[in-house]
Every structure is written in structure tokens, then in C-alpha cells.
């Protein structure tokens, strides 16, 4: 089970949507207060990099698929929760889809709005769908 190290992951990604990057001190005070093991922080540092690395690409399917709320308008929560889940289902095959959907839809419930999970499982759920049908 992940649910402490994505919900770490979630704080360290909803802070960069108000800087440019992480301070590396936050991050390993995160995983110290969470009491990640090896394997937890290893999990983060990949989803990170993979943000970093294809940022780009995560905010453009984003754009895609809330046609009513740009990327850039969405509740910071929200786009934090969605490029999590986004970077799993795209680059990690090892993740089955229909978790990262149900743990992206716990942290909503969790952090977000009252219809933030509804909001982010219907938005996964239209990418995977549209994923199987290319």
C-alpha cells in the first residue's frame, strides 16, 4: 500500500504549483515526518522526475480532457492529484490504472472540494478510456 507515500507526494506536488520546484529540504522533511520506507521514496522520486520530465505532455491531456476548466484554472489540488495519477497510468505500467484512479479519487475526498473526486475519476476514467481505444 502507497497511501502515505502518495499523499506525501500530493503535498510535495501541491507546493510546486505555487513555486517552481521543491525544496529538497521540504521533501526529505515530508518523508521523514511520513516515515517513508526506501521503497516509498523511491516511488515518490520516480513520479516526480517523470512530472518533471513530462510535464509538458501530463498538462496537455489535462487541457484535453477538462475542456470546461483549462489546466491552468483548475484548483491547484486538483491539477496536483491529476498529474500524480496521470504520471502512473502513462509511465508505469507496474500500477494497475483502476488504483491510481481509486487513490487520486481518496486524495480528493481528502484535500479537495466536496465534488473533487467525482472531478478527478471521471477525468482519469475518459483518459484510460481513450487510451484503449488508440
Not at 507546493?15 to 529540504?25: I, L, M, R, V, Y
Not at 502513462?90 to 490504472?97: A, Q, R, V
Not at 472540494?113 to 472531478?119: G, L, M, N, Q, V
Request: hydrophobic residues 40%; proline residues 2%; neutral net charge.
Amino acid at each position: 500500500m502507497r497511501k502515505s507515500a502518495r499523499e506525501t507526494l500530493f503535498k510535495i506536488v501541491f507546493a510546486t504549483q505555487f513555486t517552481k520546484n521543491a525544496d529538497e529540504s521540504f521533501v526529505r522533511a515530508l518523508y521523514k515526518s511520513e516515515k517513508l520506507t526506501e521503497d516509498d521514496i523511491r516511488y515518490c522520486s520516480a513520479i516526480l522526475n517523470t512530472i518533471n520530465a513530462h510535464g509538458e505532455e501530463i498538462v496537455r491531456i489535462l487541457d484535453e480532457r477538462s475542456r470546461l476548466f483549462p489546466e491552468s484554472r483548475l484548483f491547484p489540488a486538483d491539477r496536483s492529484i491529476l498529474m500524480i495519477a496521470l504520471a502512473e497510468i502513462m509511465y508505469f505500467d507496474g500500477i494497475p490504472e483502476a488504483v491510481s484512479v481509486n487513490e487520486a479519487a481518496n486524495i480528493a475526498s481528502k484535500y479537495s472540494s466536496e465534488k473533487s473526486a467525482s472531478f478527478v475519476s471521471g477525468i482519469l476514467s475518459e483518459i484510460i478510456r481513450d487510451r484503449k481505444n488508440v
